[in-house]
């Protein structure tokens, strides 16, 4: 063990569906804590150190992880492993905000620091997805291409991770109007969006069922000492996680 905060949402399934915090890293400064991401201001022994002790954690094998380049796209890569992984390279990784595979044993990692997120599973077969949902990502459709991406919606359990809350994202009206038209009035409130309860319209959308939605619902801003947030803290702040994936045997 090594004292990770970890927050682990039961699956009812062959699969594990994990939410990293800053709880329990080495880095420092703007980085404090389990950075996971690729910032080029936290030094690569210090990301490839806390990888390394998540993946310590949870059992998983570093050579099998498996991450895209985030874009704010709704792109989905089909992976199975073997591109280096976790500490193999920290950056340029093929474009794609969500990726899915059907490989037990291959875990799936998705960065946020106030975009959502989203882990999903079939709970009939080994096969998950993992998507990086911020606004963008939410209106662009990357939560119904993940679903549809899986096969079988009524067969699929989702987990929405920490993110950025209403309570502390207010958006110019053109982001607002588009959440509204996209997701329903309810999504908005007052100047700001609820990029969580936009994910479950999506994710019903595609056809899950309501009951097999699980929102977290911590707010990365409002939680300085357990979350990142690039919102309440810019450039140079580091990224939490979401990991997903299929257990082997
Ligand atoms: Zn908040």
Do not use: K
């Amino acid at each position: 063990m090594t004292g990770l905060d970890v927050i682990e949402v039961p699956t009812g399934a062959a699969a594990r569906a994990v939410f990293t915090t800053r709880g329990g890293g080495v880095s420092a400064g703007g980085f404090s804590g389990l950075n996971l991401g690729n910032d080029p201001g936290d030094p690569d022994e210090r990301i490839r150190e806390n990888r390394a002790r998540v993946c310590a954690e949870l059992g998983i094998d570093p050579y099998r992880v498996c991450m895209g380049r985030q874009v704010h796209g709704a792109g989905v890569r089909e992976v199975s492993g073997g591109e280096g992984g976790f500490l193999g390279h920290l950056r340029d990784w093929p474009e794609g905000d969500a990726m899915v595979s059907a490989v037990p044993g291959v875990a799936l990692a998705v960065l946020g620091a106030d975009c959502l997120p989203v882990l999903l599973w079939r709970r009939d077969i080994p096969r998950v997805a993992a998507a990086h949902a911020g606004w963008r990502g939410l209106v662009g459709g990357v939560l119904e291409a993940a679903v549809a991406a899986l096969g079988a919606p009524g067969d699929t359990g989702a987990a929405i991770g920490p993110g950025i809350g209403p309570c502390c994202y207010p958006v110019s009206a053109e982001v607002r109007d588009a959440f509204a038209a996209r997701f329903g009035a309810e999504v908005v409130a007052g100047d700001a969006v609820d990029l969580a309860a936009a994910a479950r319209r999506a994710l019903l959308a595609g056809g899950l069922r309501d009951e097999a939605v699980v929102t977290v619902g911590a707010c990365t801003s409002c939680a300085p000492d357990r979350f990142y947030s690039y919102r309440r803290d810019g450039a140079g702040t580091g990224r939490q996680a979401g990991l997903v994936w299929a257990e082997a045997g």
